[in-house]
């Protein structure tokens, strides 16, 4: 029985999913994007998003923590360059998974692994990066409709200005 056996072995020996999680992760931060099986696609899933987590915080310790996980410099600058200043913002879910069907060969199920924020199709800001601000709940309604208020009143008072000048110009055409 697996009672609280959470981790998924993918039918491998630990040091073998340990080197493979690591090479997709890595072709994960550089490409963007990678397909693979469902299950790896999981897999993966847990296993990169708490290194970007740490990518966040751009020291000499994440780094190397990072580092220890991954084995790739290259990987690396382009986790705490690009991926980081990418997704300050959001607190997590920094990845998509996009099931494609089931392959020719051995009609395992495919799916599409990729990094939320670098999808242009999907986001919304495409390729914008995203400022690090605090959530409330709260509607911003009440500024919204004084603002509102406060353009009408000065475009009533500029109608109201502009009134008297035409009136005193058409008295004078007449005289």
Same mark, same amino acid.
């Given at each position: ?107 395992? @199920?495919?799916?599409?692994? @990729? ?43 500029? @109608?109201?200005? @502009? ?13």
């Amino acid at each position: 029985m697996r009672h609280g056996d959470k981790i998924k072995n993918l039918s491998r020996t630990a040091s073998h999913r340990r080197a493979l999680l690591s090479n997709l992760a890595c072709q994960l931060i550089r490409h963007k994007g990678i397909v693979t099986t469902l299950a790896k696609a999981k897999a993966l899933r847990v296993y990169v998003e708490p290194l970007i987590t740490k990518a966040k915080d751009n020291t000499t310790h994440q780094r190397r923590v990072v580092f220890s996980y991954l084995q790739d410099k290259e990987a690396i600058t382009e986790l705490f360059g690009n991926v980081a200043g990418k997704v300050g913002g959001r607190p997590g879910g920094y990845t998509r998974i996009i099931k494609l069907g089931t392959r020719v060969g051995d009609n395992a @199920e495919t799916a599409l692994i @990729e990094l939320v924020d670098f999808n242009e199709i999907y986001g919304k800001g495409k390729g914008e990066v995203k400022e690090a601000g605090k959530k409330t709940r709260r509607g911003g309604g009440r500024k919204k409709a004084d603002a509102a208020k406060e353009t009408e009143e000065t475009e009533a008072a500029a @109608e109201t200005a @502009e009134a008297p000048a035409i009136k005193q110009k058409s008295k004078k055409d007449t005289e």
